[in-house]
């Protein structure tokens, strides 16, 4: 078990403090042994992520057009590391974009609530099965309660959507995007 700083265990060991950096990446346990990547030696099954043909067209989106597609959805996942585990939990949202920042609801008592304050990612994508093309736009930064009267009074309430699962959701969170990235594939 990791030790938990002099900061960390005044807050009840409930994430990082103010200013703190991201977690790093931890070592795989032994129950994830054999799990390595393939080597470049080794030769992937045939038609294990191959595409079909040459007619798509992959597209790095800029900073501005991930916003737009983050505010055209009202959907996504946030994604986030709770102390220990072996990997990152995500868990769908319903959300609103508001000035680009992510603002969503939770309960009090919620996981979001309780692990996700910190760093975190959230991910929007859409997708035509058919078609085969769609985009995905990922933002990362800081995960914050808005709990300042101030700070909720300019939290537009008529734009967030209503939250699809039951109970009340009547805390309220905004990731501010540092890093974002979004990409598009289209068939040619």
């Known amino acids: 078990m990791a030790e938990t700083s002099g900061s ?9 403090a103010s200013g703190a950096s991201p977690p ?3 070592e795989a346990g032994e129950e994830f042994a054999g799990s390595d990547r ?17 007619d798509s067209q992959f597209t790095v989106l800029e900073r501005q057009t991930c916003f737009n597609l983050l505010a055209s959805r009202d959907i996504g996942r946030v994604a986030f590391t709770i102390e ?14 508001v000035h680009d920042t992510i603002v969503f609801r939770s309960t009090l008592a919620g996981t979001i609530m309780r692990f996700a304050r910190g760093y975190a990612a959230f991910q929007v994508d859409l997708f035509d ?7 995905s736009v990922l933002a990362s930064g800081r ?32 990731i501010t995007p540092g890093r974002v990235s979004g990409r598009r594939i289209a068939r040619g």
């Open 8 to 16: 960390e265990a005044a807050r009840g060991g409930r994430g990082p």
């Open 24 to 26: 790093g990446q931890r």
């Open 38 to 54: 393939l080597t470049e030696g080794e030769v992937l099954l045939e038609g294990a992520d191959l595409a079909e043909t040459d």
């Open 84 to 97: 220990g585990d072996a990997a990152p939990t995500v868990l769908p949202v319903n959300y609103a974009l």
């Open 129 to 135: 099965e058919e078609r085969r093309e769609g985009w």
């Open 143 to 174: 995960c914050r309660w808005v709990q300042h009267s101030g700070e909720l009074a300019r939290v537009p309430q008529g734009r967030l959507p209503r939250p699809w699962a039951k109970g009340d959701r009547d805390q309220i969170l905004k």
